[in-house]
């Protein structure tokens, strides 16, 4: 977490020595976190863990730097040459659309701190393409070497099936 909220107290203050205040009032500071992750970013290296367990005891692993790696369920197969320096930024951000532009120079995968759910498509340059779910609870997608936008978008097939009993119904009437 980037920020946290707690209440303006001597106590408060004491557990959160490593953290800075950056806004408070007499009731509530707001803390920033140093070490907190980007929400969006590009690693090199990833591995593949199938059972839950397993999964949560890498992702909690202090030996596992998940800034370098990302755990994956599924296989991508995909053999990246070399970790490389990648960058990535969010573009543009709503409730069912975030756009990510990013650079690799070898490849790499492309992890989005948001909840994997199903109903989330990626598109890579307004190719669809598969969507993993990382490091347990989040999203990710193969990111080919390259600059390429990245767009995750909800469509869940529901709302898709919705729209067409709506349309066939007023097709029959």
Do not use: C
């Not at 290296?45 to 909690?60: A, G, M, P, W």
């Not at 990302?70 to 069912?96: G, H, M, R």
Request: glycine share 6%; net charge positive; no cysteine.
């Amino acid at each position: 977490m980037k920020y946290i909220v707690g209440p303006n107290t001597k106590e408060s203050i004491r557990y959160a020595s490593d953290l800075s205040a950056v806004w408070n009032d007499a009731g509530f500071v707001i803390y920033q976190n140093p070490n907190a992750f980007p929400r969006a970013y590009i690693t090199s290296l990833y591995v593949v863990e199938k059972d839950n367990s397993r999964l949560i005891s890498k992702v909690f692993d202090e030996d596992v730097d998940l800034r370098k790696i990302t755990i994956l369920e599924k296989d991508p197969q995909v053999k990246f040459n070399a970790p490389s320096d990648n960058s990535s930024q969010i573009i543009s951000y709503s409730a069912n659309k975030v756009t990510i532009k990013g650079k690799s120079a070898s490849g790499g995968i492309l992890f989005l701190s948001d909840n994997y759910y199903p109903g989330w498509i990626a598109y890579i340059d307004n190719k669809k393409t598969n969507v993993y779910r990382a490091n347990y609870s989040f999203r990710a997608v193969v990111f080919p070497r390259g600059e390429h936008t990245v767009v995750f978008s909800y469509e869940p097939i529901i709302v898709k099936i919705g729209l067409l009993v709506t349309v066939s119904g007023l097709i029959i009437l």
